[in-house]
């Protein structure tokens, strides 16, 4: 079966959410596939104890801001679940549960083919985020380790691991709060590539937003770029995290070589065993879909300015990074190119 849309959006997460909101405000007509049958987006499939690094009232998307939970001055991942459940009803956004394989292009317009059928449209938001594409590193010896070998998607619980020697790589926010959680139960040892950079206690979340935000206006005014978050730190030192590293229970290690058998070995030769390897090392966007549309340049990247794809003016991508807007991988920072991406559709439909 073929649909006829203007826009369709792949992905119902946060981002497509945000999309979403625009369009319609923009009186255009569209839909939202999801490969997921209930909404929430990737905030469906983290570990139990996450909390967002920024309170509700930086987390809020547009129209809408986020309910306080109880007391609680960072909420957990169950209550953005039920935000983004509530947001997608609140404005009765379209939402499918189809799964996208794949877009091309059909003349004047874009081809959406699906597990269940096509939707030809004259623009498309791709917005499928990043947790479907676990990055591991390369290392030697990967094959070897008798142990279990799991990437952060893959973690619930330090239920699942007491007792037990873990080795767990990643220096960012992921890594220091599975880090944290580990520290009481098990024999945790904590691998970074250099030394965990926390930032000051008394800041949060709402510094790495007014720190995209400053760039984003400098962006805009065509200032130099001040080059985003990355001098403030990498880690958000939220409770669990801060009183963790002030029991002593997060000493990093540097990061081994390769894997053995019974665990790891170091630059220098030495080893330490493990039962099992959490691999916090991030995510790529998942982007396979877009793969007929021959967008990637030589580096293995789709060019952007702004959210619109360069070679592509009738495809915007959405909350991969800051490479398709300052933040935009946030559910605060998303409403702004959200907007963006809307407002450039709506002139090129009508
Ligand atoms: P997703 O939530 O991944 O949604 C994408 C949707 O696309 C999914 O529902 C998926 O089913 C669908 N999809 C994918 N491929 C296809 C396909 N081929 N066809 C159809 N549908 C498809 N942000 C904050 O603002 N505050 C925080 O405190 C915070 N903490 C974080 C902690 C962790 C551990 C992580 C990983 C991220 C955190 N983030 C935080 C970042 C960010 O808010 C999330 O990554 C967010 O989930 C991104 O939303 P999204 O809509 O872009 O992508």
New binding site residues.
Partial sequence: MTHQMQVVV???????LAAGYHLRRLGLDFVI????TTPG???QH?WDS?R???PAAY?SLPGRLMPLQAAETYPDAQHVVEFLADYEKRYELPVRP???HGVHRDGGLLCVETDSGRWRARAVIS??????RPFLPAIPGRGDFGGRQLH?VDYRSPQDFAGRRVIMVGGG??GAQIAADLARDTELTWVTRRLPRYLADDID?RALFDAATARRRALDAGRTDTGGVASLGDIVAVPPVREARDRGLLKASPMFTRLVRGGVERADGTRAEADAIIWCTG?RP?LS?LVPLQLRGRRGHIATTGTRAVDEPRLHLL?YGDWTGPAS??????GRPARDAARKIAELVR
């Fill in positions: 792949i992905g119902g997460g946060q981002s497509g596939l999801d490969a997921q987006g990737a905030w983290v996450l967002l690094f920024s987390s189809v799964r996208v917005a499928t985020g990043t947790g479907w952060t926010n992921s979340g995510f998942a879909h909350g991988a946030t559910l605060i920072g998303v």
